[in-house]
């Protein structure tokens, strides 16, 4: 098994809970932290015995929350790979005045 340092994270991250920390643990047996491979969602949703909206939305998840990186691939969709270490979420602006 391939020692990932963001599994730790992941299992304390409360985000997590439920079907998305169950598709990463899943995922980390699948993918690499060097080469992306292709995924596809209706797969994940077979093996682990959830609905195909379920593990798009994980995987979205997983990606916003900095535990995986998604590459575009053209026509053939997106590829993945697991990143060994965490990378902090990326905040979205703000652009509503403060509240008084």
């Known amino acids: 098994m391939v020692m990932i340092p963001a599994l730790r994270e992941a299992s304390e991250d409360l985000s997590l809970r439920g079907a998305p920390l169950h598709v990463y643990v899943w995922l980390i047996h699948r993918l690499d932290t060097v080469v992306a491979a292709p995924l596809k969602i209706s ?27 998604r590459l575009h691939t053209g026509r053939a969709g997106y590829s993945y790979r697991l990143l060994n270490a965490r990378v902090a979420p990326k905040v979205v602006p703000d652009d509503r005045p403060p509240a008084a």
């Open 43 to 69: 797969g994940i949703a077979h093996a682990l015995r959830i609905k195909p909206h379920t593990a798009g939305h994980a995987l979205r998840l997983l990606v916003a929350r900095g535990y995986l990186h």
